[in-house]
């Protein structure tokens, strides 16, 4: 079983559900990111969700963008991200990785060289936005061979064939968008979120994650009631932002233990 798939089960076991938090990697500096990794589990992050920064983004919101521009000025690049996963590894072999990115940097590389430097290094999962499913069996079929969990993104407008391509091709969970709009916007609609879940499961047997526009610990709590994971991103990515150097980790530390807590009823 994947490190994925194992900490749903452990998860579903202790009857607790998954928190992913992101961050994007060389966001305030290259330095920093490993240090947050490790803060983030000891804040009770279950998975990491890791940004690649990257210039031209599709669905990230403002807060995420800017985050991707201080990391692109440190010169950031994808291979430096595989990187500080590997570094990462060195003191945490069970926490799963899950990099969040496009399509570009990976085409860059080469699809089977990717996976397979990303296996080396110790990335669980893969959502790169601009891989849609009916275009991805080849780049599926690549992490499948590397153990490496391809997901996919689902929205409100997903229509049912889709949905069931996901199914399909998906490991390690589906990330289902909660809104209309880019990461960081607007404001969820519990009740349009609790029709869509069913839907979903009724043709996918992963773990749902939900995420965009989740901002605050209530909120987080009521999509951990509907779902399997919740995914916070421009929260977290904002306490970055507006942290001085001394105080960024032990905010965001402060911040996603409110989220854990939240979702644990405490």
Known sequence: MSRIATTFATLKQQGKKALIPFITAGDPKPEKTVPLMHRLVK???DII????PFSDPMADGPTI???????????VSLR?????????RKKDQTTPVVLMGYANPIEAIGQAQFAAAAAEAGVDGMLTVDYPPEESAEWAAHLHRHGIDPIFLLSPTTPAAR?????????GFIYYVSLKGVTGAATLDTSEVAQKIPQIRAVASLPVGIGFGIRDAETARSM???ADAVVIGS???????NSTAKALLANVYA???SFRDAMDGK
Do not use: N, P, T, Y
Request: charged content about 25%.
């Open 43 to 45: 804040a009770g992050a």
């Open 49 to 52: 969700e890791l940004g690649v």
């Open 65 to 75: 963008q800017r985050a991707s521009e201080r990391a692109l000025k440190h010169g």
């Open 80 to 88: 430096d991200v595989l990187g500080m996963v590997a570094e990462f």
């Open 163 to 171: 949905m069931a391509q996901v199914a399909d091709l998906a490991r």
């Open 224 to 226: 951990a009631q509907l």
């Open 235 to 241: 929260r977290i990515v904002q306490e970055i932002e």
């Open 255 to 257: 911040l996603v233990k």
